[in-house]
């Protein structure tokens, strides 16, 4: 049995133990066909109910209506930047943004090399997107609201979603997908690269609702079009195959081992409050996002010298905790505390910085 250390990595990042080990024997035979998941069509019945089940555990466990569209595409949450400018925003509309950190600041970017009309409504970033704005109005009748729901790299999440009445809300969801309970009805889309919280990269989840279907335009590239692969089922051309049977193992595993999006809410919620409390404790540790606008995914935290960060991440790691550094942009230290991350693994952490204040502090 190989060994395996705390994985708090911000993406790619941990997966359960029960889902790489079904992947392995899926590697080599997949479900007795005598091939691996890698060898097989993706056309073949054995695939198609990977994909098919899939679908049907993120609409059971999302709680979706049924006429939304759940589709598996390549290029990463970075290609949705650019797909849903270009998709959603018809001709003599307008669409809001609203700016909470790296991410969001990229989608935006795509809006405005597509040169689509587009309105940043609010942002944090005059306080480096340490919070998220609560101020702002959504422009009438505008296309849709794009927002990031968590800041992977900035450590905040949106509390609760804005009322946007019926501008469809569109959101990125990479960090934070299936680790909370929404309404997903005001969402025209919602997408996720599946790295953080979902499975292996090279997969992008895709949540449409059937009016946004409605505004694609036919001139642009085929494989750029939602149309084409909602009316594929996501096979227009070959999918990731194997990373889509990941995804499906990590969807099982969430229905059925650990018991839907509420239990994993109620879960990340007491790994999150464990580790706010840690930091709350003494001015040692000092959280970096406002308090009412932390995230439950990722916690992002200083401390009171760059060199006892470089130590701490070190000794961290020499105990078997890995992945604690901050994003390089931003410094000091991060936890990323998706689905796959133990409460065991966050004690461990816990105790681990209460010695490491003592012999420091
Ligand atoms: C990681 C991340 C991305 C980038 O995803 P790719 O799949 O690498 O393109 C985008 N948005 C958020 C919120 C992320 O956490």
Redesign the pocket.
């Known amino acids: 049995m190989a060994s395996r250390i705390y994985n708090f990595n911000p993406?790619p990042a941990a997966l359960p133990l029960p889902v790489l080990e079904a992947a392995v024997e899926g590697f080599i035979d997949f479900k007795g066909s005598g091939m691996s998941v890698a060898e097989v069509s993706h056309r073949s019945a054995l695939f198609e109910d990977v994909l098919n089940d899939a679908v049907t555990r993120t609409k059971r466990m999302l709680k979706l209506p049924d006429d939304f569209m759940v589709l598996f595409l390549q290029g990463?949450?970075?290609?949705q930047f650019a797909m849903i400018p270009m998709n959603l925003i018809p001709p003599g509309t307008s669409a809001d943004y609203i700016n909470t950190g790296t991410?969001s600041t990229k989608a935006i970017k795509e809006a405005e090399i597509l040169k689509k009309p587009h309105t940043v409504i609010a942002s944090s970033k005059d306080r480096d997107f340490k919070y998220i704005p609560k101020d702002f109005s959504i422009t009438p009748h505008a296309a849709y609201l794009h927002i990031?729901s968590?800041?992977?790299i900035k450590g905040t999440q949106w509390q609760s979603f804005p009322e946007a009445g019926s501008v469809p809300l569109v959101s990125?969801m990479?960090?934070d997908i299936m680790s909370r309970v929404f309404d997903p009805k005001p969402f025209g889309l919602i997408y996720a690269?599946a790295?953080?919280n979902l499975g292996p990269?090279g997969v992008?989840l895709v949540i449409i609702r059937p009016d946004m279907l409605e505004r694609v335009p036919d001139d642009i590239p085929t494989m750029l079009r939602y149309t084409t692969h909602s009316e594929k089922n996501s096979l227009y051309n070959t999918p990731p195959c194997v990373a889509i049977y990941l995804v499906q193992l990590v969807l099982k595993w969430l229905e059925e081992t650990v018991g839907g999006v509420e239990a994993a809410e109620r879960m990340n919620r007491e790994k999150a409050g464990l580790l706010y409390k840690t930091i709350d404790q003494t001015g040692f540790y000092q959280g970096t996002a406002d308090v009412d606008s932390r995230s439950l995914m990722n916690v992002t935290f200083r401390l009171p010298s760059e060199d006892l960060e470089k130590k701490f991440v070190a000794e961290a790691q020499k105990q078997g905790m890995g992945g604690l550094k901050g994003h390089r942009s931003v410094g000091g230290c991060r936890a990323s505390l998706y689905n796959a991350v133990t409460l065991d693994a966050v004690r461990t952490l816990v105790s681990f910085m209460g010695d490491f204040e003592k012999k420091n502090g």
């Open positions: 993406g990463g949450a970075s290609l991410w990031t968590n800041n992977t990125d990479s960090s690269g790295q953080k990269a992008t």
